[in-house]
């Protein structure tokens, strides 16, 4: 097993608690850089954000620091900034009001256990009289998530006499429910016994000590420019330094839960503080403390201890402390050690903050994922970078870890030793939680082995950005960390390693293991034999689109024979077919039409997963070449042939630079028909393959032609682009849209084939005989050239159709 060690503790300057750096180390920007740049673009090009900050630091100070995409897409694309200000959401909950309660804990105007109506008597109303203040913290009170937004009403006194109206749902201190009436309470009682409202209380007592001058509360007029904008509301506003919570809206713009402004830096030099708590002030007087000072500058050690600690109910999955998450520390086996040593919190609107006291390491995410429209997921994102962290880390045992946290507060080894290990669940076990995907990847399954697959061997393994696991990890990363095996190289298909570039690619390094990548889409599309000498096995995970013109499997079906002439295994960690592995369909393809675009005698639409066709290609290679493929498939758990991509609970990661989402992706088997000719199918625009054009064509005869089709499951409308590539790159393009409506009716050969036929009545010039190397079969294009009805071409695929479903039966594995 190699393990590379970040060195956290390389000198960037000195830097006081106030004078927080912001330059960022070139070791980590250097290692870490590529990898963290490549899942954020990857994550804007699937429409999760539109950008977003990233910084990474320690106690010494900022080790890598950048900004990502655009800050802004409407009205206006606005470039994201590094000193952009995001609308932080729940970190509110966090950063401010936590932070405020347990500074007037420690002065002795809170007590933790004593009841809410000791200081807000009202509260107590309707059953809430033994609700207390730890029990708000920990989101253990009982009360439901969020206030009634009906019938309408406005005003922070408002919505208190709201938060008086609720009732317990369950019992105090029984269940964990996250819950924003619980920090609306908080807030209440922050101005209730510190003397000032809770923005008053966080500028006093927070963010003037530590130098937070960018964080705030109803952010001033003149800050507009650099704030992220959030979502267009229905009545057509921008929400633009306007809190997007719409109860904190209501309530003046703040409440305890939500409301509060900053920026990326600002929360370094509060997570620069916090572990400077811990490190600095473990020794500290017990006693009620005074104001912030540099040598007590925000918490005690002791209060960080009480916040770190669990107190949620011991039968609950996931841990919580006092007003943050629980997590366990960085670690390349994270999984395996208890959520202790890590304080977390994330913000709805695509804000993270995580402060690891064992590895002495924070990380800001920052992103505002519900821009324009409110939809976006930052979760991948957040997956894919603490990932990459945690690969960086020298391992620590469970003990080890459990005895650093216990020589810093003794309370937390009795908590440690709570904590029974989970065994990562089965897809749709009883054990996962709401989260948990519905389909464990090959990787997960063959973790679950403790990789008894690979024991001993020495490995190259195919792969890209798009063959991680459901905790984010790359399965580059995995296998490279894995015991008992060794990851030699690196090989990477069309579009590299990243799947973002265009054209041949040279072979390189990965920047996160040093590990060589020896490019398959360059000087050669195949292995050679000096590339696999110090091998025994060859391992294949990535993406596939389901489509036969797709390159990955062609780059398998290479990879296959060159395992299979040097006397390698073969194993293939399988992944979902995108479209679905029951939908078959287009033209087979004529044996003598075999290219890199079209490996073996497939249809269009084949509806087999990877490892499905691996067990199809080593019977296709030994047939034409004698060769005998050792190949071994480790299938995927849950999954079920029916399933598209969003139904599986993965995170999609565009496997190439134009297969955005899992929507363009079943539109790929259908558009991809016509690539080959003097069209632009939308590449280089933000919605390739759903966008067809060229600057010569008649969008609304287009448009009117293909409505007329009655394509099942697709709304057709005119389209006006540039493309960035491709053909016409920067040229006006007129053409169509296609939405899909209704997946599940979507066909998409029979798309294609109606686009082809559709292009070639309507424009002479069309260049439709340069189609037949997507399409595969001259019967068909022969047909299409004599503008045959549609369902007369469908009906002349059956035959080679059944025989193909006919051997396709004895592969399948789902």
Known sequence: MRTPQLRLWLAC?????????????????????PAIGAAVQAQMDAGALPGAVVLIGNEEGVQFRQAYGWQALQPEREPMRVDTVFDLASLTKAVATTTAVMQLVERGKLQLDAPVSRYWPAFAAHGKDAITVSELLAHTSGLRPDLDTTPPWSGYQAGLRKVIAEKPQTTPGSRMVYSDINFIVLGELVQRVGGHSLPDYAERHIFKPLGMKDTTFNPPGNWRPRIAPTEIMGDGTLLRGSVHDPFARRMGGWAGHAGLFGTADDLARFAHAMLHVAAGDADAPHGPRKEPSRAYPLLQARTLGRMMNRYSPADQADWRGLGWSLDPPWQPQREALPPLGMLDHTGYTGTGLWIDFVNRQYLVILSNRVHPR??????????????????????????QVEAQLASRWPDMADTAKSWTPITQPTAQSATASASSPTVLPGIDVLRQTDYAALQGQRLGLITNLSAIDTKGWRTIDRLYNAPGLQLRKVFTPEHGLNRDQEGRIDSSVDTVTGLPLVSLYGKQLRPSPDTLKDLDTLVFDMQDAGARFYTY??????????????????????????????????????????????????????????????????????????????????????????????????????????????????????????????????????????????????????????????????????????????????QACHGVMFKIQQADQLDAPLLGLALARTLHQLNPGFQLDKTLGMIGSRDTLARLQASEPLQDIVRSWQDRLRDFMTRRASYLLY
Do not use: C
Not at 387 to 396: C, D, E, G, K, N
Not at 636 to 664: E, V
């Open 13 to 33: 300057g000195l830097l006081s608690l106030l004078g927080h750096t912001a330059l960022a180390q070139p070791d980590l920007s250097g290692r870490l850089g």
């Open 374 to 399: 409110g939809l976006g997921d930052a979760r991948p994102l957040r997956r894919q970078i603490q990932a990459l962290l945690s690969t960086q880390h020298t391992p620590l045992s469970r003990a």
């Open 553 to 730: 499997l062609s780059t398998m079906g290479e990879a296959m024979q060159a395992a299979a002439q040097g006397s390698l295994n073969f194993v293939v960690l399988d992944r979902p077919n995108p479209l679905g592995a029951d939908r078959v369909g287009g033209p087979v393809l004529d044996a003598d039409l075999r290219s890199f675009t079209a490996f073996a005698e497939l249809p269009v639409q084949h509806g087999m997963t990877m490892g499905e066709l691996a067990r199809w290609l080593r019977d296709d290679i030994h047939t034409r070449t004698g060769l005998e493929v050792k190949l071994q498939v480790i299938a995927m758990q849950g999954y079920k042939r029916n399933m598209r991509f969003t139904q599986t609970g993965l995170d999609w990661i565009p496997p190439s630079p134009n297969l955005r989402t899992p929507t363009t992706a079943l539109l790929y088997p259908g558009v991809a028909w016509v690539e080959g000719a003097n069209i632009s199918v939308g590449r280089g625009t933000d919605k390739p393959f759903e966008w067809v054009g060229a600057p010569w064509l008649n969008a609304d005869q287009l448009q009117a032609a293909l409505q007329a089709e009655n394509l099942p499951g697709l709304l057709i409308n005119t389209a006006h682009f540039t493309p960035g590539s491709g053909p016409y790159q920067g």
